[in-house]
């Protein structure tokens, strides 16, 4: 499904709402902001995460796109940017512990994969922005049917 269709999908509002729809442009736009918002976390560690929560509850009346690339943001920063951080602390904690016992050099490698992680979901963030900006409907492996489905819940 692309950005039109699910644009499509949102109610009409009254014509004497004062909530005015967003433009497709302007909704691919936020979109993209919302998945760019992760490279604020590489500046202060959680304000992506803020960003991405802020444009969902600034824009969810005004686009049902925008609410739902703005929470699959928000949710993937929550697990795969501030859960893999707290994991990678973890990780080197327990490792330079063992290190003292020589235990710990056989987790260096490991350790070092594990902190990758935060890197390729900056990767895949990017790719979502991207994929927004060109009007596709782009879902985080995972998280992008389950946020669907509790948006959609009545």
Not at 74 to 99: E, H, M, N
Request: charged fraction near 10%; proline fraction near 6%; glycine fraction near 8%.
């Amino acid at each position: 499904m692309d950005q039109t269709e699910l644009t499509n999908q949102s109610p009409a509002l009254p014509p004497s709402s004062p909530v005015q729809q967003l433009s497709p442009d302007d909704e691919r736009t936020w979109a993209m902001l919302a998945h760019l918002s992760i490279l604020l976390n590489l500046i202060s560690g959680f304000l992506g995460i803020v960003a991405a929560l802020v444009i969902y509850l600034v824009y969810k009346p005004r686009s049902r796109y925008v609410a739902y690339q703005s929470m699959q943001s928000f949710i993937f920063q929550l697990i795969w940017w501030f859960g893999a951080g707290i994991l990678v602390g973890i990780i080197w904690v327990i490792t330079g512990t063992l290190s003292a016992i020589l235990i710990g050099l056989v987790c260096i490698p490991l350790a070092c994969i594990i902190t990758l992680i935060p890197l390729a979901a900056l990767v895949y963030s990017v790719v979502g922005a991207v994929d927004c900006n060109n009007g596709k409907d782009f879902r985080y492996w995972l998280i992008g049917d389950w946020v669907r489905g509790e948006l959609t819940r009545p």
